[in-house]
């Protein structure tokens, strides 16, 4: 279970350093295997999902009907987009250049313990989405019972 937010330096070279925190959990629950991928859902963020969870929404995703248009772009932006990263030495994971440009992900970044997945957010696009907030109409039926 991941959880918590955490501000990220890349480096010049496009590595991010997986926080001390999280290094033994990475290492002990995904045998240091992690995929990098585009979130679906917003701009300016990534997903990092450890290989064994990443199997199980890879192939989730594969099966929907590659005839339907939405179905399609979620392979792409998910399955078609993914890139295997380990940890090195010093817990520091390569992010593909392309992610990073796509994503506005330049050297400061957050990184999201969001369950069984990380998010990571370009700076800007993290201020926009805990800038939003939810008023009575956006509330959905499911999450009336919530004791926040």
Same mark, same amino acid.
């Given at each position: 279970?991941? *959880?918590?937010?955490? !501000?990220?330096?890349?480096?010049?070279?496009?590595?991010?350093? =997986?926080?001390?925190?999280?290094?033994?959990?990475?290492?002990? %629950?995904?045998?240091?295997?992690?995929?990098?991928?585009?979130? &679906?859902?917003?701009?300016?963020?990534?997903?990092?999902? &450890?290989?064994?969870?990443?199997?199980?929404?890879?192939?989730?995703?594969?099966?929907? &009907?590659? =005839?339907?248009?939405?179905?399609?772009?979620?392979?792409?932006? #998910?399955?078609? !987009?993914? !890139?295997?990263?380990? &940890?090195?030495?010093?817990?520091? =994971?390569?992010?593909?250049?392309? *992610?990073?440009?796509?994503?506005? =992900?330049?050297?400061?970044?957050?990184? #999201?313990?969001?369950?069984?997945?990380?998010?990571?957010?370009? %700076? *800007?696009?993290?201020?926009?989405?805990?800038?939003?907030?939810?008023?009575? !109409? %956006?509330?959905?039926?499911?999450?009336?019972? #919530?004791? #926040?």
């Amino acid at each position: 279970m991941f *959880q918590g937010e955490t !501000a990220i330096t890349i480096d010049d070279k496009g590595r991010l350093a =997986i926080p001390t925190s999280y290094r033994d959990l990475v290492a002990r %629950e995904c045998g240091n295997r992690l995929v990098l991928t585009y979130s &679906p859902f917003d701009a300016g963020c990534l997903y990092l999902y &450890p290989h064994a969870v990443w199997e199980r929404v890879r192939d989730q995703v594969n099966a929907l &009907p590659r =005839i339907k248009s939405d179905s399609r772009l979620l392979q792409r932006k #998910l399955v078609g !987009a993914a !890139a295997f990263v380990e &940890p090195d030495g010093s817990g520091r =994971i390569s992010l593909p250049a392309s *992610q990073r440009s796509a994503t506005g =992900i330049d050297r400061k970044a957050v990184l #999201l313990g969001v369950g069984d997945k990380f998010e990571l957010w370009s %700076e *800007q696009a993290h201020h926009e989405q805990v800038r939003l907030t939810f008023g009575d !109409a %956006e509330l959905g039926e499911h999450l009336l019972d #919530l004791t #926040l």
